[in-house]
């Protein structure tokens, strides 16, 4: 349950509906694992897993929603394997050549034989929804990812009014300012020891830095030649440590002592209360991380 990456979305209206709504709402879409013609199925189950029937989990007026996709793993070389048999076949019985459309149509054919005979994957995505803060989480490091669950909690709702923050200033110029200032990063934030520079141009060359310090005078040579930050490793309060990238998401995300030491002071009797006390303490931190990382990268634009 805890959040390896982030992926913020702002409501552009805010989000009125209760736990309980949001539930009925999920439950046209509850997950059903894959047919025997299905190659990929996608729909919601309990944030709790195997503990829980609920498809939400509410504490302190944040929910949290979890999605499944499942997908049938059928190879590409196992497809043309047989496909490539059955064009053979076709060919030399019925002396003919066996044209594109056909082999379209055969390789369908294929697909539809082979799917009941296919494992299986799949994968849950987390996300939670902070209506006080205006705030929609996914744990996801790709908008692909993000945008799956997004798509199905908005045909479940009809509408899902968010968009990606926007920002008064670019992530990458901030984040270059940080590198090339002194003092750094803005309070609460501390530098890491990793980060990407990349040339502006789409074609451009890039320089991976991992595990040095980074107030150097290569570094700084390279960012006065025009190179900007793309990626840089970054510690919130001695709480999280993450990775900022230019397109706002936050990859690597890991949880110190400091939120370690606030669950011990919780004395959890049952999974549920466990899982409740990690989503409080969670969503709680994440709230101020996302406050503090919007301020020190210059506020939202105003509309």
């Not at 064009?87 to 003919?96: K, L, V």
């Not at 090339?180 to 451009?204: I, M």
Request: with cysteine; glycine share 4%.
């Amino acid at each position: 349950m805890w959040f390896k990456n982030l992926i913020i979305y702002r409501f552009s209206k805010p989000f009125e509906l209760s736990a309980d709504e949001l539930e009925e709402k999920l439950n046209e879409k509850r997950f059903r694992s894959c047919g025997s013609q299905d190659m990929s199925s996608y729909g919601w189950v309990p944030p709790l897993g195997r503990h829980g029937y609920m498809l939400t989990h509410s504490a302190n007026r944040f929910i949290m929603v979890c999605a499944r996709k499942e997908e049938k793993i059928l190879p590409a070389s196992v497809i043309n394997d047989v496909l490539n048999e059955r064009i053979e076949t076709i060919e030399q019985e019925q002396d003919r050549q066996v044209f594109s459309k056909e082999k379209k149509t055969l390789k369908d054919d294929v697909i539809m034989e082979l799917l009941p005979k296919a494992f299986s994957k799949s994968q849950n995505t987390f996300a939670y929804i902070d209506a006080e803060a205006g705030w929609m989480v996914v744990d996801a490091s790709s908008f692909k990812k993000a945008e799956d669950l997004t798509s199905c909690l908005r045909e479940c709702l009809g509408s899902l009014p968010i968009i990606n923050p926007a920002l008064k200033n670019a992530p990458s110029a901030i984040m270059t300012q940080w590198l090339q200032q002194n003092p750094v990063t803005p309070a609460p934030f501390s530098l890491g020891f990793d980060c990407e520079l990349r040339e502006p141009s789409d074609d451009g060359g890039q320089i991976s830095i991992k595990k040095q310090e980074l107030i150097t005078e290569e570094i700084l040579a390279h960012l006065d030649a025009g190179m900007q930050v793309s990626k840089l490793a970054l510690n919130w309060d001695d709480a999280q440590t993450f990775v900022l990238g230019d397109d706002m998401i936050i990859r690597k995300l890991k949880f110190t002592e400091v939120i370690e030491e606030k669950l011990d002071e919780i004395n959890a009797e049952t999974a549920a209360e466990q899982f409740d006390a990690d989503f409080s303490v969670m969503t709680l931190s994440l709230r101020q991380l996302i406050t503090d990382l919007v301020d020190a990268l210059g506020g939202e634009a105003e509309e």
